[in-house]
């Protein structure tokens, strides 16, 4: 009798046993599944940013040397539309970003506002520095994102 009792509690506890192993496993799987997904939106938030950022910077490349060439009105206005289509574009990835990565935000705002700072150059030397500037924080928005991944 005493050695059936010992068999059944063994085999009660050798289930648990693995019960709880399986349990742990599968949190464990959970959990980087989620560490990848979060990763994986985050490379996508700056992949967007940085796009809209280069489009932006375009655009006002583009708009700004055409004021300072003194282009005809109707060139210029098209310009600026382009520009403000390319300004509103840069809000969703960056409140995205602002919010799946807030250690990167700085970085990011930091990135928009030089952006922002190609309008009403005084000359197309400023323009030409500030469109570097711009250039560089992106690229180190995109540094820091490589280094907190």
């Keep these: 009798m005493w050695t059936s ?3 059944v509690l063994g085999t009660l506890l050798g289930s648990v046993t693995a019960y709880l192993l399986q349990q742990r496993t599968a949190r464990t799987d959970r959990a980087e599944s989620r ?3 979060a990763r994986r939106d985050r490379i ?3 992949t967007a940013l940085t796009v809209a950022l280069a489009d932006h910077r375009r655009t006002m490349w583009a708009r700004e040397d ?3 060439a003194g282009a005809p009105d109707a060139d210029y206005r098209e310009a600026r539309a382009a520009s403000h289509a390319t300004r509103s574009a840069l809000t969703a ?3 995205t970003l602002s919010i799946l990565a807030p ?3 700085a970085a990011a705002h930091a990135a928009a506002t030089a952006t922002y700072a190609l309008r ?4 197309t030397d400023t323009l030409t520095a500030r469109r570097q ?3 560089d924080a992106a690229d180190h928005l995109i540094h820091a994102a490589a280094t907190a991944a």
């Design 120 to 123: 009403n150059a005084p000359d």
């Design 133 to 135: 500037a711009a250039i």
């Design 93 to 95: 990835p960056l409140t």
């Design 35 to 37: 560490a990848h997904e």
């Design 66 to 68: 055409l004021r300072l």
């Design 103 to 105: 250690g990167l935000a």
């Design 44 to 46: 996508a938030a700056v």
């Design 5 to 7: 009792l010992i068999a």
